[in-house]
């Protein structure tokens, strides 16, 4: 903080002597003064707007952003303008800063947007976790929008299913979008799933009736028993996340079981 504040005054300084100068010059002309630009200019972003950095106060993650607070370029965040120190756990966080600073969807909207994005068998990574060693995986879910959980078949014996016996905590996200390969408009989507997994094996009835219900597997219906085991994801939170919701609507939309209406915590 102190080193962006005497950056900007020495900034500052060196630009009105110039403006002294010339201003002095041309006194004789009704020039239209040069409007002094606050703060400083570094550069564009992902979508080419230019940041403006004008440094804040320093932040903790219970310090939300007012109504009056003032309006910066499009695509900066707030650990351009504020140092932050943000405790560690799932609810306060940077992303959070950013649902906080525009408005949220009611939960019933966030929720037809995720059903909307994730509409049959959809690629995820997953990650599981197990003795402080995470796992990353990819799979194909398919999500029950009436149930609100997710199902994924996943080889009999493979890592994740012996982590997901022993810690259910799951983390998983699926994204669509603009990459510098594959070109085309600077759009992004995703959903950000925390929750808990359970895992299914064959012998179980539900077994059988996701399978028929999700098409949720490429072989027989024979060899699927013999193969897999069902994982059924219930998120607690989702972050969804969508850069074309709108003026005035936050990029991050979070949603959580069981609530309604508009949510601000
Ligand atoms: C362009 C720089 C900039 C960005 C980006 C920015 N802030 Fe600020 N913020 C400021 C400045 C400067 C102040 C001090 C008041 C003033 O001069 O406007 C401030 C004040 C605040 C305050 C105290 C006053 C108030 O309005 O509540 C909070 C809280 C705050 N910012 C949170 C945030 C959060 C959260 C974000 C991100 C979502 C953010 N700020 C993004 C520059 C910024």
Same mark, same amino acid.
């Given at each position: ?77 707030? +650990? ?50 197990? !003795? ?20 994924? +078949? ?29 070109? #085309? ?9 925390? #929750? ?7 012998? !179980? ?40 919701? #709108?003026? #005035? ?17």
């Amino acid at each position: 903080m102190r080193k962006r504040q005497s950056l900007l005054i020495g900034i500052a300084a060196a630009a009105v002597v110039p403006l002294v100068l010339s201003t002095a010059l041309q006194a004789a002309e009704p020039t239209k003064a040069p409007k002094a630009v606050e703060g400083l200019n570094v550069g564009g972003g992902e979508r080419g707007i230019e940041a403006v950095i004008i440094p804040g106060p320093p932040l903790t993650a219970n310090d939300f952003m007012s109504k009056e607070h003032r309006t910066f370029p499009k695509g900066m965040v707030c +650990v351009e303008c504020h140092n932050v120190d943000y405790t560690i756990d799932t609810v306060a966080s940077a992303t959070r800063q950013i649902a906080r600073s525009s408005a949220q969807l009611s939960q019933e909207q966030i929720w037809a947007k995720i059903v909307e994005f994730l509409p049959g068998r959809e690629r995820f990574a997953l990650t599981t976790a197990l !003795d402080n060693k995470p796992l990353a995986t990819t799979v194909d879910m398919v999500l029950d929008k009436d149930e609100k959980v997710l199902y994924v +078949v996943s080889e009999v014996g493979t890592e994740k299913l012996l982590q997901l016996r022993k810690n259910p905590n799951i983390s998983a996200v699926h994204f669509a979008g603009w990459s510098l390969a594959a070109g #085309g408009p600077a759009l992004w989507r995703s959903t950000q799933i925390n #929750g808990t997994a359970e895992v299914i094996p064959s012998t !179980d009835p539900r077994f059988g009736v996701a399978i028929e219900k999700y098409n949720l597997v490429r072989v027989t219906k024979e060899r699927a028993y013999r193969r897999f085991d069902l994982i059924r994801i219930q998120p607690e939170q989702i972050y969804y996340f969508d850069t074309t919701l #709108g003026e #005035g609507i936050a990029i991050y939309q979070r949603w959580v079981r069981g609530r309604t209406g508009v949510i601000a915590d």
